[in-house]
C-alpha cells in the first residue's frame, strides 16, 4: 500500500486531505470534496482507486455535544445499493471511534487527551452486507490526537533549598530551576518555557531561558540576614498572553565565612574564688564574641602575661567556645591575696580573603580575687617515723607532732589520737604539745609497726566560727626488738632409734628458732642439760651452724628393757643478755629392717602362752554372744506390762488419780487415809493437813447433822458427793500445800453379794489376827501398828 498525503495549507493540517490506495496504483488529487454533489470529478491523473481517506487528525479535549468527525471510508465497489458493509477495527474501536456502516462515516465519541495516548491504528474493511465477505484487503491506518495548550509547566525537583556564601560577589549562581510542559514540544509555542522572579528582589535574578538563579547584589551579609525565599515563574507559550504558568519557591542560605574578628564584650573582669578551691577546679569562663559561627567562630585563647605563673592555665570549650580558666596550683589567701591576667583570643580558622577585615584576635584583663577561709591546721611535716624500744616503761616519750593555723587567726591546736586506728590504746598524745608516749607496754614479737591518725583541731574560744580538723598519719612507728624469748626447738621432733643402731650413729639433728630478731641475726648453741651430761647412752654435737646433732654412745638397745627415753637438750641464743631453754627429745627404741625402716616401736605387748589365736578369737565370740542374750531377756522384761483392766470376774473398782509431782516420801503416809473413805460418816477436822502426817490422832466424831449421810446415797451418788466436798475443803483450807499429792481411792461398795475380800474393812470389824506385834518391828510398821495393834481400834471406827 501507499500513502500519500497532500497538505494544502500548512498552518492548518488539521483541514488537509490525502488520498489512500489500497491497490499500490497513484492516488487521485480530486478538485471538489467527497461531500458535495455528485458529478464529473476533474482528475489528474485517470486511475482505478479504492479508498478516499479525508481526515488524520482529531483535536485532543473537544468539548462539543455531538460527536466529533473523523473521516469518511469509501469503496468503488460500493454503488450506493446498500450491498457494501464497512468495519472498523484496531484501538479504540467501538469503544471511542465508531463508523457508520452504510456510509463508512467516522466519529470520535469520547473526549481525547493526547498527553494520555498521541496517536490510535485502526484497521478498516468493507464486506458484502450478505455473506460478510471482504470485497476488499483490510487497510490499516492511523488516527492522530492533535495537541492544544491545556498543560501547565511544572517544577518537578521543586521547593528548592539553595545556599550561597555571604559576601559573593555580584551575579553568582546560586542554583538552576527546571519546568517542564507535557504538552507537545515540536508543534507549536504550547511546550516553550520562560523563566521569572516573582518574589526575591533585588538579591536574586533567575535566567529566562536556562532558569539558573543568580546573586543580585554583591557582599550579602549572613549576619544581617542568613535566609532568603524567592518565588520563580514558568509560563509556556514563551511568556506571551494566554500562556499556562507555574511556580516554585527557592530557600536560598547564606552560609557563613569568617568575616568578623572575635573581640571580647568588656576589656576587664573580675572573679573571686576561695582560697580552698581544689586544684584542676575551674576559676572562671570568659568568652570573646564571634558573629561567625561554626568552625568559623572557634577559638583558641591563652594566657599572655601575669602575676601568677604557673598557678592557672586556659583551654577552650569545645562546646562553646569559652575560655576555661582551671586553677593549677592551691591557693593561699595569707601568701596573695589577688592575681592578674592577660586574656587572647584568636580565631583558629582565618579566611585570607576577608583579611582586611581586621585582626581576627583580641585581649582582655582578668583579675582573680582569692577570699579567706579558715583553714584547717597544717602539719609541719605530713609524713612522721618514730621508733620506740620494745622494754619501753609505759609513759615513755617517744616523739612530736607539731602543727600550726595557717589562718591570720593562728589558733592554738589540740591533737587527739584517732582510736581506730589505735585499739588497744598503746600510745597516748599530750593534747597540748603534741607528744606521743607508750601508754601499755609494748611487745614487737606481736605488733612491730603501729600506724596512727592524729587529729590537730584549732582551739577556738570566742568564735562562733566552725573548727577545723587537719589528719596526719604517722605512718610508722616501730618497736625496737630486744632480747626477751629464748630459743626453743623449731619443731616437735619424733626421734626414732633402732635397737640395731651402732654406736656414733646420728639419729635426730635438731634446730631451734627465736622470736626476737638480732640485728646480726640468730646463733644458738646447743649441749645436753647437766643431769645427763655424763650419760652413757647418748651424746650430742653442735654443729656451728645454728643446728646440733644427736648420736648413740652405745649400741644393743632393747625395747623390752626401757622403750622411751627422753633427753633434755639445752639452748642458748646469742642475745644480750643470752637467754637459754631446756627442750626434751624424746627417743622412741623401734625394731627396724635391715633398712634402718621402723617397723614398730614402743614397749613390747606379752601374751599368754598355750593358747593359739583361733582360740582366743572363739572364747571372745562366746562371751558377746551371752551379753546378746542377756540384753535381750532384759529388754523383753522391761517391756512386758500389767493388763490395765482386771479379769471381769474380779470386778474391783479403783480410780487412780496421776499428777506430775512427786510424793512426800515416806512420811507422805496419810495423804489420804482409805477408812474414811469406807467410813464415809467420818469427818475429817479441815484445819489439819492432809499431805503431812499429823500430831494427833486423825479422825473425829462430828454431828450427823453438819454432814450428809453418805451411806444412805447409791455408790455412784457417795463418790460424787465425797469427792466434792474434799475438793471444797481444800479449796477453803489456807494451810494446804500449793501443789499436788498421789490420792488413792479404793472402795468396793456395799452392795456386793459375794461380800469384799479385801482386808480394808478388817479394821471395821471383828478379827481373831493379832497385830501387836507390828510394834516390836521398828518406826517402818509404827502406821501398821497404830491402825491393825489398836485394840479398841473399832470404837475409833464406829
Known amino acids: 500500500l501507499r500513502f500519500i498525503f497532500n497538505l494544502g495549507d500548512e ?209 550579602m551579609d549572613r549576619e544581617t540576614r542568613d535566609q532568603y525565599v524567592l518565588v520563580i515563574q514558568a509560563k509556556d507559550m514563551v511568556g506571551q498572553m494566554g500562556g499556562l504558568s507555574g511556580t516554585t519557591s527557592v530557600t536560598v542560605t547564606l552560609t557563613d565565612v569568617n568575616d568578623n574578628p572575635p573581640p571580647f564584650l568588656q576589656g576587664n573582669y573580675q572573679y573571686t574564688v576561695l582560697e580552698s578551691l581544689p586544684v584542676q577546679s575551674v576559676v572562671a569562663r570568659i568568652k570573646a564574641a564571634d558573629a561567625d559561627i561554626g568552625s568559623n567562630a572557634e577559638m583558641d585563647y591563652r594566657i599572655m602575661d601575669g602575676d601568677g605563673p604557673g598557678m592557672f592555665n586556659i583551654t577552650t570549650d569545645e562546646d562553646t567556645q569559652e575560655g576555661v580558666i582551671i586553677l593549677l596550683k592551691p591557693l593561699d589567701f595569707e601568701t596573695k591575696g589577688s592575681f592578674s591576667l592577660r586574656i587572647e583570643a584568636t580565631n583558629r580558622n582565618i579566611d585570607s580573603n576577608f583579611l582586611s577585615a581586621g585582626p581576627f584576635s583580641d585581649t582582655a584583663s582578668v583579675k582573680v580575687t582569692v577570699e579567706d577561709v579558715n583553714e584547717p591546721p597544717v602539719f609541719s611535716t605530713p609524713l612522721s617515723k618514730m621508733v620506740v624500744s620494745e622494754d619501753a616503761k609505759v609513759g615513755t616519750s617517744i616523739g612530736r607532732v607539731s602543727a600550726h593555723d595557717p589562718d591570720t587567726s593562728n589558733s592554738a591546736i589540740r591533737y587527739s589520737i584517732d582510736r581506730n586506728t589505735d585499739l588497744e590504746r598503746f600510745f597516748n598524745v599530750d593534747a597540748l604539745s603534741g607528744v606521743i608516749s607508750t601508754a601499755k607496754p609494748l611487745d614487737r614479737e606481736a605488733n612491730s609497726v603501729h600506724n596512727l591518725t592524729i587529729f590537730a583541731i584549732e582551739s577556738r574560744k570566742y568564735t562562733v566560727a566552725p573548727t577545723q580538723t587537719c589528719l596526719s598519719r604517722i605512718t610508722l612507728i616501730t618497736v625496737l626488738d630486744i632480747n626477751d624469748n629464748a630459743p626453743v626447738f623449731a619443731i616437735d621432733y619424733e626421734t626414732l632409734l633402732c635397737e640395731n643402731a651402732m654406736p656414733g650413729q646420728v639419729i635426730q639433728t635438731i634446730s631451734a628458732v627465736d622470736k626476737d630478731e638480732p640485728p646480726s641475726g640468730h646463733r644458738f648453741y646447743f649441749a645436753l642439760a647437766a643431769p645427763v651430761a655424763g650419760n652413757l647412752n647418748f651424746t650430742l654435737r653442735d654443729n656451728k651452724d645454728n643446728t646440733a646433732s644427736i648420736l648413740t654412745k652405745r649400741g644393743g638397745f632393747r625395747r623390752r628393757e626401757q622403750p622411751v627415753y627422753r633427753l633434755p637438750v639445752l639452748i642458748v641464743d646469742s642475745g644480750s643478755p643470752a637467754l637459754s631453754s631446756t627442750n626434751t627429745l624424746s627417743v622412741r627404741v623401734c625394731d627396724c629392717d635391715s633398712d634402718g625402716v621402723a617397723l614398730s616401736c614402743g614397749a613390747v605387748a606379752y601374751t599368754a602362752t598355750g593358747l593359739s589365736t583361733g582360740a582366743l578369737l572363739a572364747i571372745l565370740g562366746c562371751i558377746l554372744t551371752l551379753l546378746v542374750m542377756v540384753l535381750l531377756i532384759v529388754t523383753m522384761r522391761r517391756r512386758k506390762k500389767e493388763p490395765l483392766i482386771l479379769e471381769e470376774e474380779r470386778d474391783i473398782r479403783e480410780n487412780i488419780v496421776r499428777y506430775d509431782d512427786e510424793g512426800g516420801g515416806e512420811e507422805d503416809t496419810e495423804a489420804f487415809d482409805m477408812v474414811t473413805l469406807r467410813n464415809l460418816n467420818v469427818i475429817r477436822d479441815p484445819k489439819v493437813r492432809r499431805d503431812v502426817t499429823p500430831d494427833t490422832p486423825t479422825f473425829f466424831h462430828y454431828p450427823s447433822a453438819s454432814r450428809p449421810a453418805y451411806k444412805s446415797l447409791p455408790d455412784n451418788v457417795v463418790f460424787r458427793e465425797f469427792i466434792w466436798d474434799r475438793l471444797k475443803d481444800a479449796d477453803v483450807d489456807p494451810s494446804a500445800p500449793p501443789y499436788d499429792s498421789l490420792q488413792t481411792y479404793a472402795f468396793e461398795g456395799s452392795g456386793s453379794v459375794a461380800e469384799s475380800l479385801s482386808s480394808l474393812e478388817s479394821l471395821s470389824t471383828d478379827s481373831e489376827q493379832n497385830y501387836d506385834y507390828l510394834s516390836n518391828w521398828g518406826p517402818r510398821f509404827k502406821k501398821l501398828a497404830d491402825l491393825y495393834g489398836n485394840s479398841d481400834g473399832t470404837s475409833v471406827f464406829s
Open 11 to 219: 498552518s492548518l493540517p488539521h483541514r488537509s486531505c490525502g488520498l489512500l490506495v489500497l491497490s499500490g496504483e497513484p492516488c487521485h488529487r480530486y478538485s471538489k470534496s467527497p461531500h458535495s454533489d455528485p458529478g464529473p470529478w476533474e482528475v489528474l491523473h485517470r486511475h482505478k482507486r479504492s479508498w478516499v481517506w479525508n481526515q488524520f487528525f482529531v483535536l485532543e479535549e473537544y468539548t462539543g455535544n455531538e460527536p466529533l468527525y473523523v473521516g469518511k471510508l469509501h469503496s468503488d465497489v460500493d454503488k450506493g445499493d446498500g450491498k457494501v458493509k464497512y468495519v472498523l477495527s484496531g484501538e479504540g474501536a467501538t469503544s471511542i471511534f465508531t463508523i457508520d456502516e452504510n456510509t463508512g462515516d467516522i466519529h470520535a465519541t469520547k473526549r481525547l487527551d493526547r498527553e494520555a495516548q498521541a496517536y490510535y491504528t485502526l484497521q478498516a474493511q468493507a464486506v458484502d452486507r450478505l455473506t460478510n465477505l471482504p470485497v476488499e484487503p483490510k487497510s490499516e491506518f492511523v488516527v492522530k490526537v492533535q495537541d492544544i495548550n491545556d498543560n501547565e509547566p511544572k517544577f518537578l525537583d521543586g521547593p528548592y533549598l539553595a545556599g550561597v556564601p555571604e559576601m559573593s560577589p555580584l551575579g553568582t549562581m546560586v542554583v538552576q530551576v527546571a519546568a517542564t510542559d507535557a504538552d507537545d514540544p515540536t508543534y507549536g509555542n504550547s511546550a516553550r518555557v520562560v523563566y521569572s522572579i516573582i518574589h526575591g528582589q533585588p538579591y536574586f535574578s533567575v535566567e529566562p531561558k536556562t532558569g539558573i538563579i543568580r546573586t543580585a547584589l554583591p557582599n
